[in-house]
């Protein structure tokens, strides 16, 4: 069981068979921490279709798909079963899952029974369960559905596209014991028809005269034990699964079911939120059942101290002894939310056998003998202080390295400026390779609440226990914030860097997300960002989410928002390319030149003064030209109002830029405006992103002059071809460009998923550019000081070197 951020996900292993019941966000990164091999998966069954229950489902196909596709068994599929929404997510997921092949959808159909609720009110009953059904699939187990959807009850409204399911998953039932005393009796020798009768086959006696049957030698079938999943999000849906009949004959209190008759529910899952948990309505439903061991995976222990990501949590404890000031504390080790603890049962329920979920918990069923609960794999109790014991021991010497690197924050100012002074005399030399070293005036007397860049993501293609994919924070402070890519994960990042309520408000203060290509690792945390701020937003005044991205994202988010709003709008990253501005500009201006000449006239000679304008004046005829056709109204509009929102951000320049990587990728150059320091006028900071690219002359051209360069570095130098092939860079690649363009500190990032380290760099290279990992926070008045850590992270992962 995996009880990460988002929701749980339950693994049943029957056999050779493999289901996992929902794939949030996470769900990689936690089976690769864990070594959970997800290649045989055979099933995947949603209780519900959303961004919480499904937010790592394509992430996960792609992965599968490839897995599959290198194998002999590339022309076997994997089954996802849902509610009748389920169309829609993998219609919109074949935007950019290429193997759609791979995937077969099953539709659980919903049953047309109606009852009458008391209040009145229209309440669907489910008479039956859906019983799932595969070709040569389902060989140890029989799986049903039921269907929860609330119609009109308390005054909500409820949609199709709410719909869960509980599902009903029972083992078959196993043969009987063979009793070698009773074919004793029957006049069997041993030998071979000993076997055949365990195979249930009838044989003659070897020394009397009669037929043996198997049943007269073996003792009654043993039941397959019988677990529920159970997911009702809201207490309308457990009004409803109070009353689906079809869930009678497993209840122990029921007057209609006999002991003979009832079948024993062994374990009940609940995916369930805390406040339904220990609702009334609920408690009433939990208590129909009677030895059964109740798990609820959705409530978390207060002060929990075990990271869920261990190796991830090991690696931003030492990042962050050896260098708080880029890497501040994680917070992982405790999750205060009273909003999700433990349910506390009272009066009747406390007779109710429940338990909290924890990862990595199991529930044997097989064999009947070890039946119940096995906490053998979950995890011990891990600290931040055991981390850094480790550490010491490992490697002695890094206490002093943190020594050392604390002392670069605090060395007196006239050291800092002899510092720069001297760096400033070497760029003046002319030799190139120096050019870019002095500090850029933007960084005069700059404020520590101007930005922050938190590296979210920092690895490629999958998510692995070391780096989640791509993602980066752009901390505006009281001015808000921004997104650059939003691979899967990118939420449980920003909980793990600010806490619950610190990513929350993030989330919330957002101005705008910016995708830099259609290829998963960019943007499948996407929705599941947009659907927080939803539901953070409700009953706010607010503007929509604006999502910058390339048209296939466009696409995608269109079909999404047929499944779940996310309240959004979304422009096309050619929208905002320098072009399109020019045009927005132009538009303003025309509409300002067109108002005040025809102020007064009507609309005829209006008109007749407007060509005769355009006639007269070539240049304004050649804007107008390029104006309309190029830009859609629509997109100047949006553009318009965009640029008020970078206004409030303190930006002036938001351009996306072409790169060479896929059809539709780009790049992104972000400037801040002016400002005022003791009465001189101090250019704003520049950032370029690169996104995922090859070394490109657009890269270069964006970045001359920038303050900082972030670039990918998907490969190390030794892979140069693959790297072409690819269409990405390789380390020394990256550099170059910034070299070229004359950053004055490049940033790597979107590494090989491998191992973490740091690659070897030459002298002059380090003087100029940093490795990022996840959670690294880098804030614009450390960027002075930000090469001189990079030695010393060097002895931090000389032993994974």
Known sequence: MDTQETSPSVLLFFNNERFIFNAGEGLQRFCAEHKIKLSQ??????????????????????????????????????????????????NAMKNFVPHATMVKAHIIPRSDNVMVHGNGAALASSL???????????????ISAILLTPTHLDGSH????????????????????????????????KGRKLGQLQNGISVKSDLLDIEVHPDDVIGPPIPGPIVL??????????????????????YSDSQSNSQETTKVVNCIIHLSPATVVSSPVYEKWMRKFGSAQHIMARTTRKHETTPILESSARIATRLHYLCPQLFPAPSLFSVQNDDVAAPNFKGSI???????????????????????????????????????????????????????????WHKPKEDEADLF????????????????????????????????????????????????????????????GLLLDCGEGTLAQLKRRYGINGADSAVRNLKCIWISHIHADHHAGLARILALRRDLLKGVPHEPMLVIGPEQVGEFLKDYKKLEDLDMLFLDCRSTTVAKWDDMEADSIFDKDHQMSSEGMNDESRDHSVLTCLSEDSSLLRCSKRMKPSTPVDDIKLLKHFKKVLSEAGLVRFISFPVVHCPGAFGIILESAERMNCGKVVPGWKVVYSGDTRPCSEVIEASLGATILIHEATFEDGLLEEAITRNHSTIKEAIEVGRSAGAYRIILTHFSQRYPKVPALDEVSMQRTCIAFDLMSVNLADLQLLPKVLPYLKLLFRTME
């Open 128 to 142: 039956h369960a859906e019983e799932l059904q595969a070709e040569g699939k389902f060989k140890a187990v029989s």
């Open 229 to 250: 999943i159970v997911d009702c999000p809201t207490e309308p849906h457990a009004q409803e699964l109070l009353s689906a009949q079809a869930l009678n004959a497993y």
């Open 350 to 408: 406390s007779k109710v056998c429940g338990i909290s979920a924890e990862n990595l918990l199991k529930f044997t069923l097989r064999p009947p003998r070890r039946l119940g609960l096995d906490r053998s794999s979950v995890q011990n109790r891990m600290t931040s202080s055991v981390f850094v014991k480790e550490l010491l021991s490992e490697i002695p010497e890094i206490a002093d390295a943190a020594k050392n690197i604390s002392t670069f």
């Open 158 to 189: 409820f949609s199709s596209n709410d719909t869960s399911i509980v599902y009903i998953c029972n083992l078959h039932d196993i043969r009987g014991e063979f009793d070698p005393r009773k074919a004793k009796a029957c006049g069997l020798k």
């Open 421 to 480: 002074t001297r760096q400033d005399s070497e760029a003046m030399t002319g030799d190139p390779s120096l050019a870019g070293h002095a500090a850029p005036r933007c960084l005069d007397n700059v404020q520590r609440d101007d930005l922050e860049i938190v590296f979210l993501g920092t690895g490629s293609s999958i998510p692995s226990k070391y780096r989640n994919v791509s993602s980066i924070y752009f901390n505006l402070f009281s001015k808000g």
């Open 41 to 90: 998966v055979d099933h995947i069954c949603l209780t519900r279709v959303c961004s919480e229950t499904a937010g790592g489902l394509p992430g996960l196909l792609l992965s599968l798909a490839g897995i599959k596709n290198g194998s002999p068994e590339s022309t076997e599929h994997v089954d996802i079963w849902g509610p009748p929404n389920l169309d829609l997510l993998v």
